[in-house]
């Protein structure tokens, strides 16, 4: 009787846990913790938390960027794998959320993360209006800062390959 009970205990203790996983997608309080630098550039995520990216696969793999530019290059490398979820970090206040309903700004003054022509994730449309206002970009939806982003894709890599061969001379 007992082993029935610590069977149940266990059984429902697992139950809520991956229901509370399921309606709450994997913890993010700790991103960084378990992924501090990306996976593709080597960036220190902490110090690029306002534009680091986590994506979360149906498969229950999580992988931890640094930038909308590495998570493209994650999604391409996994283009069998489907996506369950993708968070970005708000460039305001580096919370994560979720970028298929962030307001994006593409381009503007502000250099980018590994990108020429920077896109940023903000949790509301009035900080985006604000950034705007003050450094210039074009507000869009995530399919199109996803675009942007694998248009730029081949300038990018070129711009960081010259950026590292000049920092090793």
């Known amino acids: 009787m007992k082993k029935m009970i610590r069977g149940i205990t266990v059984f429902l203790s697992l139950f809520f846990l991956l229901l509370n996983y399921s309606i709450a997608g994997p913890a993010q309080s ?5 992924f501090p630098f990306c996976k593709y550039c080597g960036m220190d995520r902490n110090r690029f938390a306002y534009s680091r990216m986590l994506l979360t696969y149906e498969d229950g793999s999580i992988a931890g960027m640094c930038s909308l530019h590495c998570a493209g290059i994650d ?44 896109k940023w994730a903000f949790e509301n449309g009035q900080d985006a209006d604000t950034f705007i206002t003050e450094n210039g970009g ?6 199109a800062a996803a675009k942007a982003s694998f248009e730029d ?13 000049k920092n090793h001379k």
């Open 30 to 34: 700790n991103d960084i913790e378990e």
């Open 138 to 143: 074009e507000l869009a939806g995530f399919e």
């Open 75 to 118: 999604i391409a490398l996994n283009i069998d794998t489907p996506i369950a979820a993708i968070n970005v970090g708000d460039y305001l206040t580096n919370k994560l959320i979720n970028a298929e309903t962030a307001y994006w700004v593409i381009g503007g003054d502000k250099a980018g993360v590994m990108t020429r022509r920077a």
């Open 153 to 165: 894709m081949y300038e990018d890599i070129q711009m960081t390959r010259k950026k590292r061969k």
